[in-house]
């Protein structure tokens, strides 16, 4: 019996690629053909009766009577093209009603706006760029449109779409290539190749050329290092190569996927560092992924899937799903945070100087309107997209089980009868997962073989058939009651991050696991229906595994919500050390991971790890222990008269040696904006020390920026409660590009400082501080 990916035709019955395109192996169902049941049932249940399915009464983004998306007149952007687009899907995988009349009146109201040009939605866009029009915003509304005519059949859609997409195919070539739009072209070939697959029109394949064209050049690098933008953008080349054949477009999205990864995503989860761009420096588990970068990269990874068949991409879906999504927002979804990290041990409404790139806190469970903007309109996606990607129809007229989850699928298969089939299964969180046939005609089943996976095995009726390949083939005239069983061994094992301090993290089947720690939630603000929470940790975090620890699988009676520390039906203990030195920073961030195996003589204790999505507050990526490591350093606490919101309290003592005073490419210091006045950084060496020197190496972006060396400087030293000046000093030099070192009569302190007199009209920084 063969065992193969299905071979990539223009045949099967859900709209198959029009030649030139090149055909794929699969096809997307219509929304609605999939019946979610078991947890994402709950999930999306969730999802309806929280954020997304009721932003619309909170956020100022989503009023009917103000919105540009209805009345030209008024202003608006990609607020509601984020939140309509998951919010309709929701309605069409749960067929809440209220949902879906809301999504039709919005659908009504958007089409209404159309102009005979083809442009649509808020005037003002026409003209944003640079006198010409904002086509991003456009996208995601694009997407919505498609959704709602595959489930209604609404006949306005198809002339609505073609329209508008003439009116694109109009514009100059410089418009092509703007703001947010020219990082997420991909988006749009989507809908044209949607389009095209249903009219023939061929004037769209030269619009798909326009854009590859016009769009950032993902071909030949990383045009951008913004998180979303890389999540939705990669993608692009291979999009292209549909229409061009050309291999080096499609090796261009492998190469980006794995530059990033590589670069920034090296610890468990699936996502990789941008907590808003991905910088260098930045690349520790406290980094994070933003929500929107979570659903945009589970998305791609959905597309990719369908174009390749590679279930490298499927895997990577279910990682980022299992992983990180549900843990982006509290458990009863009312409430979701901007980043998700793999090691956090505190969600609180602060501002982190040392950690993230954005001016505003990020890390609290917030319904964030405005703080939050962009993830809770657009962060509904996930779960309903990730529904309707559970089964694909293949080109030899089957069907396939991608993505697993207690489901029931309808759809049509071999000459067009229309079958069911029932999934029922606890994956991930059991091996078993059984499919019972409603069919009684002949079709080819296909079932995904996770990468993970070993001795699978697959019975038909308890007869145990070949199971070869990453798409299982099961090819057979069906019966009514038909079953199938799928087993997919789960079991614990270890990856070694070696280019992360080779940290480890804990892995069975799908799932990587955290630390459980004991979460204290607090609300901060918000309402009953709303409340702002903060999550704060009650127990110890900073364990280090054992290199030989062995893991104890524990099963737990399964609570209502599987993604909740109560909840979970499966969780493992193990045995680790705690490691002393490692602490959280002066605002309470995880510190950054330092060389494995790390130094504990500190008592083997049992641990308990749960799933990461369960998990809020989590250690995901551990260090290696032994009584023999590696002496973790107590890093030093760091304070500062100011701080740019963009900077680093932690970049003057992360032991990085700047290239020159202007170099940008490590984390720095600095007072900006704060100009000619007198300010100070200040250093909590953790004990009393002999100290006779001191150190610094300014930040100086001459020529690009306002930050220049001080006019003067001094160092100062903690005397009881008072700060004296060190005395008898060599002088204070305010050189670029080097260290500038003064020695001056010791002293015995622990804190001290350096205070610093800018420079009218200037600000200031440092890169590295040293006292010695």
Known sequence: MPNSLPEATRGGHYVPQRAPLRPVPFQKLPPGAIEPRGWLAQQLDLQVKGLCGRYDEISDFLGYDTNGWVDPAQSAWEELPYWLRGFGDLGYVTGDTGVLNRTERWMNGIIRTQTPDGWFGPGRLRTSLENGPDFWPGMPLLAAFRSWYEYSGDERVIPFMTTYLQFQNTQPAEVFNRSWGAFRWGDNIDSAYWLYNRTGDEWLLDLVTKMHTGSADYVDGIPTWHNVNLAQGFREPLQYWLLSGDEKHRAA?????????????????????????????????????????????????????????????????????????????????????????????????????????????????????????????????????????????????????????????????????????????????????????????????????????????????????????????????????????????????????????????????????????????????????????????????????????????????????????????????????????????????????????????????????????????????????????????????????????????????????????????????????????????????????ALSEVSVYWFDDTGSGECRVPESWRALWLDGETWRPVENTTPYDVATDELNTTTFTPVRAQYVRVEAVLRPAFSGGVLNLLFR
Not at 257 to 280: C, H, I, K, L
Not at 326 to 336: I, K, L, T
Not at 337 to 361: M, W
Request: contains cysteine.
């Open 253 to 689: 999205t492998y190469r980006n996927y794995a530059t990033v990864m590589a670069q920034y995503g090296q610890f468990p989860g699936g996502g990789f560092a941008g907590d808003e761009n991905s910088r260098p420096g930045f690349d520790d588990p406290r980094q994070g992924f933003e929500t929107c970068g979570i659903v945009e990269l589970m998305h791609s990874c959905e597309l990719l899937t369908r174009f390749t068949g590679d279930i490298a991409w499927t895997d990577r879906c279910e990682e980022l799903a299992f992983n990180l999504l549900p843990a982006s927002y509290d458990a009863q979804q009312q409430v979701m945070h901007y980043i998700t990290c793999a090691n956090s041990v505190q969600l609180d409404d602060r501002v982190k100087h040392g950690q993230f790139e954005n001016p505003f806190a990020m890390l609290a469970y917030k319904y964030g309107v405005h703080q939050y903007r962009c993830c809770p309109h657009n962060y509904g996606m996930g779960w309903p997209y990730y529904a309707q990607e559970l089964w694909l129809a293949t080109t030899d007229n089957g069907l396939a089980a991608s993505l697993y989850a207690a489901s029931k699928v309808t759809a049509q298969v071999g000459a067009g009868e229309t079958v069911s089939i029932t999934q029922d299964t606890e994956y991930p969180f059991s091996d078993t997962i059984i499919f019972t046939v409603d069919a009684s005609t002949r079709f080819p089943l296909y079932l995904r073989r996770p990468g993970w996976a070993q001795d699978v095995t697959v019975k038909v009726n308890g007869q145990t058939v070949e199971a070869d390949g990453d798409w299982m083939k099961v090819d057979r005239t069906w019966h009514p009651g038909d079953r199938v069983e799928l087993v997919l061994p789960m079991r614990t094992s270890t990856r070694v991050w070696n280019d992360n301090n080779d940290s480890i993290s804990v892995d069975r089947g799908p799932l990587t696991y955290s630390l459980q720690i004991d979460e204290r939630y607090e609300r901060i603000g918000g309402t009953e229906d709303w409340p702002e929470l903060a999550v704060y940790p009650e127990s110890p975090w900073n364990y280090g595994l054992l290199p030989d620890a062995e893991f104890d699988v524990v099963r737990r009676d399964a609570g209502d919500n599987p993604f909740t520390t109560d909840g979970v039906p499966v969780a493992l203990t193990t045995q680790a050390r705690r490691i002393p030195e490692w602490e959280t920073d002066t605002e309470d961030v995880v510190r950054q991971l330092q060389p494995s195996p790390a130094r504990s003589v500190e008592p083997v204790e049992t641990v308990t790890l749960i799933p990461m999505g369960a998990a809020r507050l989590r250690i995901a990526s551990f260090p290696q222990v032994s009584p023999d490591g590696t002496e973790w350093i107590r890093r030093t606490r760091i304070t500062a008269s100011h701080v740019n919101t963009g900077d680093s309290l932690e970049a003057v003592d992360d032991g990085r040696i700047p290239a020159s005073s202007a170099d940008t490419s490590i984390p720095r210091f600095t007072w900006w904006d704060r100009r000619g006045t007198t300010e100070w950084i200040e250093y909590d060496l953790r004990a009393v020390r």
